[in-house]
């Protein structure tokens, strides 16, 4: 079966730092993302690369401060979260395509873990 499993959020200090897994099993995929959800908000695009590391994107938002990568033998991608500021707390998604047609657009996506919490205090 297809399945995509997080782990690693948590609540930090503004200024702190956590780093989120996503495990991914069933398939190799060709491109992953993190997408992130506040309350009363859509969700947001975040990050992405695929597998190959050519390709290679950040939200501005987030841009200097997180950084992703993959593990491709473990078939597991990571979102390092440095310098988290407040409006950085929501629950983390990652995403993964099988084809390197998916963009930044949730919709492209139709594999996703459950969500983790990520809450930075001030």
């Known amino acids: 079966q297809v399945q995509l499993v997080e782990s690693g959020g948590g609540l930090v200090q503004a200024g702190g730092s956590l780093r989120l897994s996503c495990e991914a099993s069933g398939r190799t995929f060709s491109m992953y993302a993190w997408f992130r959800q506040a309350p009363g908000k859509e969700r947001e695009f975040v990050t992405r690369?695929?597998?190959?590391?050519?390709?290679?994107a950040y939200a501005d938002a987030v841009k200097g401060r997180f950084t992703i990568s993959t593990d491709n033998t473990r078939n597991t991608v990571y979102l390092q979260m440095n310098s988290l500021k407040p409006e950085d707390t929501a629950v983390y998604y990652c995403a993964a395509c099988a084809s390197y047609y998916c963009n930044s657009d949730p919709k492209d996506y139709d594999n996703w873990g459950q969500g983790t919490q990520v809450t930075v205090s001030s």
């Open positions: 690369i695929a597998r190959t590391g050519l390709i290679l």
